[in-house]
C-alpha cells in the first residue's frame, strides 16, 4: 500500500500490534491522529514509550509495575494474612473491581501447560514457595480459571501451601446469576451439583 | 471433506487469530488433527469454550482442507470425566506426549481407544503411575515402537525374574550390572510385559526406563510435563 508517505506506513504498520487491529483500522487511527488529534497521539507517544521502558514486574507479586515493589504489595492497609494468585494481572483488575477483597496477590503470568512451555519456573512458583515460607500468609485463595490447565495449576500450588502449613482455598464455580438451569453446560451443571451448599 | 459426527478428546487448545482457537485432538479415524473452532473466545460464541475443554469425549462436525480443518459443530458425549489433583497434572502429560510422538492425521483407532481407557482409569481413581505406565507400553505398540520385554536382546533367550538388564531403546533388553542408573530387573519388564502392576520400587525403574525410550523416540527431548509430574 503506498499512501506518499514512508513515516505515515510505518505508523500504520506499528499500530498493527495492537490486539484487533488490521490492516484497515490501523490505517483510520493513523490518519485520525494526524488530522485531528495530534496533541493526543503525542501524549500516547510518550506514555507508551516511558511505559515500554520503566513497567517491569513486581518482585514480589509479579504483577505489572515501575517500581521494583508495586503499590499493592507496599500498601499498608491491605491484610498481609491472605495472598489470592490469579494467573494474569486482568484476572486481578477483575478482582479489585467485583470483589471488596483488601489482601495480597501473586500473579503467575500464565498457567501449568506443557503443551506452552509453561511449568513451574516461568510461573514463578519457587518466588511463591519462598513467600508462603516467610510465615506471614495465613490462606491462599487459588483463582485460577476452572479450566482444565487452570485446575491443574491450582491442585500443585495447593501441594505448595500444604508443603508450607498453609490453608489453600479455591474459588466456587457453579450456575452463573440469572442463569437457566437448561442452559448452563454440562460440565459447570455437574460441578455445581457436586458442590451444591447447605441452606441457612 | 465433510467429516460428521467424529469421536474426539481435545488434547490442546491455544488461541488462533483473534477470536479463534486452534484446538489439537485426538480423533481414531484421522489421528491427531488441528481444528480451528472459529469465534469460541468471543463473548457470546455459539460454541462455548467449556465443550473443548480436554479429557471430555466428544463428537467433532468438521471440514478438512489440508492440514486443518474447521469446526462446524461439537457435542459432548458420554459423562463428563473429572479428573482431579495429581490426576489433573498426570492428563496434561498424557496430552504432551501424545501431541510429541503423533504426527497429525496419521489415523490410529487403536491409541484412541487407549487413551480413553486411560482417561477412564484415572477418572475411577486407579494408581496413576502404574496406568501411566500401560499407556505409555500400549501407545509406543500402536506407534510401531513396540517394546521387546520378554525376551534379552542379544541371545534371544527369555528375561530371568531375577536378573539385572538394561533397556536399550532400539535393541531392547540388554545384560545390565545391578548399581547402574538405568538398571532393571527382569521381574519388572516381564511384570509390563505381562500387564501386572509391580512392587513400589519395580515402578520407579519402569518409570525411569520409560522416560529414557520416550526420550529417545522424541529424538533426544525431553517433555515439560516431567518437570511437573514428582
Request: proline letters at 5%.
Amino acid at each position: 500500500m503506498s499512501n506518499g508517505s514512508r513515516l505515515l506506513g510505518e505508523l500504520i504498520d506499528a499500530l498493527r500490534c495492537l490486539p484487533g487491529v488490521g490492516a484497515k483500522s490501523a490505517q483510520r487511527m493513523a490518519f485520525h491522529l494526524l488530522e485531528r488529534e495530534r496533541q493526543g497521539g503525542l501524549r500516547l507517544a510518550s506514555a507508551l514509550e516511558s511505559a515500554m521502558r520503566d513497567v517491569g514486574n513486581c518482585t514480589r507479586c509479579r504483577n505489572f509495575s515501575e517500581t521494583p515493589v508495586c503499590s499493592l504489595c507496599a500498601s499498608a492497609s491491605r491484610d498481609k494474612q491472605v495472598l489470592c494468585v490469579v494467573e494474569s494481572p486482568s484476572d486481578l483488575a477483575a478482582i479489585e473491581q467485583a470483589t471488596g477483597y483488601r489482601g495480597h496477590y501473586f500473579v503467575l503470568l500464565g498457567r501449568l501447560s506443557p503443551l506452552d512451555g509453561l511449568g513451574p519456573d516461568e510461573l514463578g512458583l519457587p518466588l511463591l514457595a519462598e513467600r508462603l515460607g516467610e510465615g506471614e500468609v495465613d490462606e491462599m485463595i487459588i483463582a485460577t480459571n476452572p479450566t482444565v490447565e487452570g485446575e491443574a495449576t491450582a491442585h500443585y500450588i495447593g501441594q505448595l501451601a500444604k508443603a508450607a502449613g498453609i490453608r489453600a482455598t479455591r474459588l466456587a464455580h457453579g450456575v452463573p446469576l440469572g442463569g437457566e438451569l437448561e442452559f448452563v453446560d454440562r460440565g459447570t451443571l455437574a460441578h455445581a451439583f457436586g458442590s451444591r451448599q447447605s441452606l441457612g | 471433506m465433510r467429516i460428521e459426527q467424529q469421536p474426539a478428546f481435545v488434547l490442546h487448545a491455544r488461541p488462533y487469530r483473534e477470536t479463534s482457537l486452534l484446538v489439537e485432538c485426538l480423533t481414531p479415524d484421522y489421528g491427531r488433527i488441528g481444528v480451528v473452532a472459529r469465534g469460541v473466545r468471543k463473548e457470546r460464541a455459539r460454541l462455548q469454550r467449556a465443550q473443548l475443554e480436554p479429557f471430555q469425549r466428544i463428537q467433532l462436525d468438521m471440514l478438512l482442507k489440508g492440514e486443518l480443518a474447521t469446526l462446524r459443530g461439537a457435542e459432548p458425549s458420554g459423562a463428563v470425566m473429572r479428573l482431579t489433583g495429581d490426576a489433573g497434572l498426570a492428563g496434561l502429560y498424557l496430552n504432551e506426549l501424545v501431541v510429541r510422538l503423533t504426527g497429525r492425521q496419521d489415523p490410529n483407532a487403536a491409541l484412541f481407544a487407549f487413551y480413553e481407557r486411560t482417561l477412564r482409569r484415572m477418572a475411577a481413581g486407579e494408581p496413576l503411575a502404574w496406568t501411566l505406565r500401560r499407556f505409555e507400553r500400549d501407545m509406543l505398540d500402536s506407534l510401531g515402537y513396540a517394546l521387546q520385554l520378554d525376551v534379552d536382546a542379544v541371545q534371544g533367550e527369555p528375561l530371568e525374574p531375577k536378573a539385572t538388564y538394561f533397556y536399550d531403546p532400539e535393541s531392547g533388553a540388554m545384560p545390565g550390572r545391578a548399581g547402574d542408573p538405568q538398571a532393571i530387573r527382569g521381574a519388572d519388564l516381564l511384570a509390563l510385559a505381562a500387564d501386572q502392576a509391580p512392587d513400589t520400587a519395580g515402578l520407579a525403574s519402569l518409570r525411569r526406563m520409560m522416560r529414557q525410550v520416550i526420550g529417545f523416540h522424541l529424538g533426544g527431548g525431553e517433555l515439560r510435563a516431567w518437570r511437573v509430574l514428582r
